[in-house]
């Protein structure tokens, strides 16, 4: 069993910042490529970045500039600094990963989603 969880959201003012972090647990090989989604009330789940194991990053257009995603791939934890916050970044924000597993039946790889961590951005 892999599990993600997320930690590190609350509230923060326009223009603030907060910093995600997402643990890996369980047993696994490897985490892949892993990504933040969020998604905001009323609305579907978007992707908001993702960053492959040697690091190559991608971000929605909304987030760029102010938004950073980072791994620390020995400790097993992904992070989405959060800067220059906007009300319209208000949202339940998830981890998601590509997880690499050995099982009897061999490799696999599964797609695991944390539990979410509410960000609100408000003054």
């Known amino acids: 069993q892999v599990a993600l969880v997320e930690s590190g959201g609350g509230v923060a003012q326009p223009g603030g910042s907060l910093r995600l972090s997402c643990a890996a647990s369980g047993r696994f090989v490897r985490l892949n490529t892993m990504g933040w989604y969020r998604q905001a009330p009323g609305k579907e789940r978007e992707l908001v970045a993702t960053?492959?194991?040697?690091?190559?990053?991608n971000y929605v257009d909304s987030v760029k500039g102010r938004f950073t995603i980072s791994r620390d791939n020995a400790k097993n934890m992904v992070y989405l600094q959060l800067n220059s916050l906007k009300p319209e970044d208000t949202a339940v924000y998830f981890c998601n990963g590509l997880v690499l597993t050995y099982t009897r039946e061999g490799f696999r790889t599964l797609e695991v989603w944390g539990q979410g961590t509410l960000v609100t951005v408000s003054s």
């Open positions: 960053i492959t194991t040697g690091g190559t990053t």
